[in-house]
Each structure stands twice: as structure tokens, then as C-alpha cells.
DNA sequence: CGGCATGTTGCGCA
DNA sequence: TTGCGCAACATGCC
């Protein structure tokens, strides 16, 4: 369940298990998660480490150990982490990082993932695809200006520009519908078509959605869902009522009110010659 | 059984 | 470089 949110989720949980713990075991039982490297050899990286820090960018955790030991995590789409009470195997268990505070029980971190698409990426410095996001919404804010720079380059759609990590890191397709609708923007408008208002309304819809979902997450029981778009196709728009429509762009479903969400076009700026 | 899924990468081609 | 379309990855769930 992996987008900005759900990450910044599980980086506190993750802080709140590893961090200035001492790491006593690691188990990385799917070779996969740390191909083409042995997961014996990633494994040793960290036993007998204390980690450091916690961070995230984007869809990205990066957790340091001392020694300058870095791992860099992502979650694919299935992927999650879990505090485990003993040694028992969690279900789609695929690794585990078993850590010795100064007080109390070993902490059992598990990473699980069904799907498999996750990856552990050891490393001694940031990683080229780290070094290639964005600002991070949550991490760095957005810069309204530098988001409109961005997305008068680009000729795809709005909703395709902003799901791109070298734009913004952390936005996926959930976020991406959210924001939209909030920001009343048809997510098939051209990125470069929006002007600095609609970017300016683009921005604080997408801090409205990745908040509203983090504050959800945080809370002990939740409750239904909190989307407003995403997953309810063919029901009443919340804020108009019309049939909520589903297409696809850049081969991910998009679901969007086509009733007060409105297609921004706008007419090429061409030269002029100048008046007299 | 068929269809769908919150992500990323890579390839061919224009 | 940009963009498009598509396949691949692997599996659960409805």
C-alpha cells in the first residue's frame, strides 16, 4: 500500500523499532529482495550496527547504520513492514531485522510483501535513483514555482507529470486522483497547459491529500475509506453528485469527476507583431 | 475462471 | 531528450 503517506508511515514505525538500536540479527529469506547481491553477505552488513537514521524521499526509506552502512528500501506494491511479538514467521514474510534497544525485549522489524516487487538496495553512498527525485512534499514542501517550471516542459498529461518522481517524490496513482479532484483539475489536462494559479491549487491539494491519508493511517482503527475519487468509479461525486468516471492513462486506471473537473486548454502562445 | 491491483524498469520505435 | 505503448516482475483477492 505504498505511496507517500503509507511510506512516511512506515518510516516511523521503522524509527520507532531500529533507531539507535543495536542490530543483533538480520534474516533475508527472499534472494530476490537484494539481488544480484547474497543475502548472507547484506545480512553481515548490518549485524552488530546501530542504526542511525530513518529517511524517506518519495516512495523511498533510506536507513543508515553506523559505520556508513546504507539501505535503501522500497515497498513495490505490495510491500509493508510489521513489528513482530516473537521469531514466528509472519505471513509473505520476506526479511527481518531483530534489534536490542539499551532497554527492554529484542524488536523484531519484518518486511513483508506478497508481490514480491520490493527491494532492499545495500549501499556506501545515495544511490543514482535517490539522487534523482524530486522534492518530497512532506520532507522538502513544494516549491509552486519549480513545480510550474516543471510542468510547462512537459507535453503528458497533468496526472502522468505529477507521478513522475523526477516532479515530485511520493506521488502515485491514489495521491495523484485525489489531488486532482481536489485541485478541480480533469486529470487528462497537458501539464503544460496550467497555469500559475492552477499550479498554485495543484499544490495545496496535494498537501491536502497526503496529509488527510497520513493522519488516517496514524489513527489506531480507521474507518472507511477516505478517497474521494480513487476505487469509486460510477458513484456520486462527494462535491457535485455526477457519475464519477474511470479511464486510463499511461496504462494506470484514473478515476475522476468529469462534471467539475475541467479540462485546462490553452491556446499555444504564438508571437505577436506588436501593435502600430 | 477472468479481471484487477497503491510501482518501477526497460525496450523498441518515432 | 521526450514520449508512447507494452511487457515484465509475482501473487492475492473478488
Redesign the pocket.
Known sequence: ???LP?VEHVRRRIASALLHAHVVDCTIGDP?LVRPFAPRDVEKSFIGHDVTRVDRR??WLRIAFDGATLLFA?L??TGWYEIAPSDAPLRFERARITAQKKKGPPVHLVYVD????GAWIRADEDTK?WRSLAADPLVDGIDASVLAAKLA????TVK?AIMD?RVLAGV???QAAEALWRAKIDPRSTASALDRKDVDRLTKAIHWTIERTLSDLEKDEHGPSPFKVYGRAGLPCLRCGATLKKIELG???TTFCPSCQVKITRVRSRRRPRAR
Open positions: 500500500m505504498p505511496e503509507e530476490r518519495g516512495k522500497h513495490g506494491m506478497p508481490r514480491r516487487w535513483t516542459k512537459r507535453k503528458i502522468e518522481q502515485g496513482n491514489i496504462g494506470r486506471t
